[in-house]
Each structure stands twice: as structure tokens, then as C-alpha cells.
């Protein structure tokens, strides 16, 4: 048995209902990233804008003035 294989038998195997779409069982989460990449490009576009190259506590206070509010009127 290679390394890689002991390695995986270890690790991914026992975990199989994780990452394995043929082990899962649905319960109503998508198995892809489509609604991360959508976010991302809300943030981009909405939010940031023209804003590159910014330092980071610049994007911090974007995320915390502009959008967690907008985030949380959506709760409530």
C-alpha cells in the first residue's frame, strides 16, 4: 500500500459522507459554490465598486458599515 493510499484510507474514508455525493444524504445544501461566487461578485460590484488596490482595514470598514447592515435588515 502506497503512502498516498494508507493516507486517504485514513483520512478521507471514514469521512466518505462528507465529500462523496454517492454518501450523502440531501438535506436541502447545494454541492456546488455557485452561491459564494455570486456573493463575492455582489461584494465587488455593489460594495466595493471601483474600490482596488484598498488597504484592508478600508475593506473591513466597508464590510462592517455598508454590508452587515444590508445583511441584517434582510432579517429582519
Known amino acids: ?3 498516498l493510499q494508507a493516507y486517504f484510507d485514513a483520512e478521507y474514508l471514514p469521512k466518505k459522507e462528507k ?3 454517492a ?8 454541492n456546488t ?25 478600508v475593506l473591513v470598514y466597508i464590510l462592517w458599515d455598508n454590508v452587515l447592515n444590508d445583511i441584517m435588515a434582510e432579517h429582519v
Request: net charge positive; with cysteine.
Open 1 to 3: 500500500m502506497s503512502a
Open 19 to 21: 465529500w462523496c455525493n
Open 23 to 30: 454518501w450523502r444524504q440531501y438535506q436541502g445544501h447545494m
Open 33 to 57: 459554490n455557485n452561491y459564494v461566487e455570486a456573493w463575492h461578485r455582489t461584494l465587488k460590484e455593489a460594495y466595493l465598486g471601483k474600490l482596488k488596490g484598498q488597504r484592508a482595514d
